[in-house]
């Protein structure tokens, strides 16, 4: 049975991509330290001691999988048939089978699976065949940072979590009047220059999510603190792109309202 194959993603799309990359690097080295702390919290748990490793995920590894078979049934419905052959008893062969068919869903949404594994081996037969209930992923928990407490967030003794206050829960139109505070609250925790310096650049990444990072700017130039924008690598590559459309599509807004004048 032919299938239709899914159109190619255009260069939008490449573009997009590459852009949310940049972003979220900007994120996890500027919010990671932020809001693990309130994570924790959250989820009820106490940290003792925290390690961040490097999760690679290989992008080729659905190749692996010895065939995919999608079926018409005779009902009309459509099936994903997912086979593999083993020759010796792994035991993850049930953790490998579980990513295989994670990566499958995630390229046919859905799309039913059944995944069958053919024993081959001379071996009796011991893999389990089942996930047990903690390998089981039933879902994640979400948490919208507007609905963080703003109050809460500004009072602690955490520069970081500070910092984290802009993307909390406040009105709108009192953005500026929230930086004044972040940036005052900021000069009473933070013992030295350079920290400082490091806690008003992480404002300044963050405030972008909010559209203030020109107010933001602006506030930290008139209150003498010195941020080197310009000598930040990272901050160029995923943010002065961003902000120079953002300041050319306000330009464009002004002269199309002065020309409707």
């Not at 994670?102 to 024993?119: D, K």
């Not at 039933?138 to 500004?154: H, P, Q, S, V, Y």
């Not at 009072?155 to 829960?169: F, H």
């Not at 925790?189 to 107010?215: G, M, P, T």
């Amino acid at each position: 049975m032919a299938r239709n194959k899914s159109p190619k993603r255009g260069q939008q799309g490449k573009a997009n991509k590459k852009e949310g990359n940049r972003f979220d690097k900007i994120l996890h080295e500027n919010a990671d330290s932020a809001l693990l702390p309130i994570v924790a919290e959250i989820l009820g748990i106490e940290i003792k001691s925290v390690e961040f490793r490097k999760t690679k995920m290989q992008t080729t590894i659905e190749k692996e999988a010895d065939g995919c078979y999608w079926l018409e049934t005779a009902d009309g419905r459509e099936v994903i048939l997912h086979l593999e052959y083993q020759s010796s008893n792994d035991p993850k062969m049930i953790l490998r089978v579980n990513l295989y068919v994670a990566l499958i869903r995630y390229l046919n949404p859905g799309v039913p699976i059944e995944s069958v594994v053919v024993y081959v081996g001379d071996e009796p037969m011991v893999m389990r065949t089942e996930l047990t209930e903690e390998e089981i992923f039933r879902g994640f928990i979400l948490i919208n940072a507007k609905t963080l407490d703003f109050k809460k967030l500004l009072e602690s003794e955490e520069p970081s979590q500070i910092v984290t206050a802009v993307l909390a829960d406040y009105p709108k139109e009192q953005g500026k009047e929230v930086l004044y505070k972040i940036i005052a609250r900021l000069r009473e925790v933070c013992q030295a220059d350079n920290d400082l310096i490091k806690y008003c650049n992480q404002l300044l990444v963050l405030s972008f999510l909010r559209k203030l990072d020109v107010e933001t700017k602006i506030i930290l130039e008139n209150m003498a603190v010195h941020i080197d924008i310009t000598g930040s690598k990272v901050f160029q590559e995923a943010f002065m792109p961003k902000m120079l459309e953002y300041e050319r599509l306000i330009k464009e807004e002004k002269v199309a309202k002065e020309q409707e004048r």
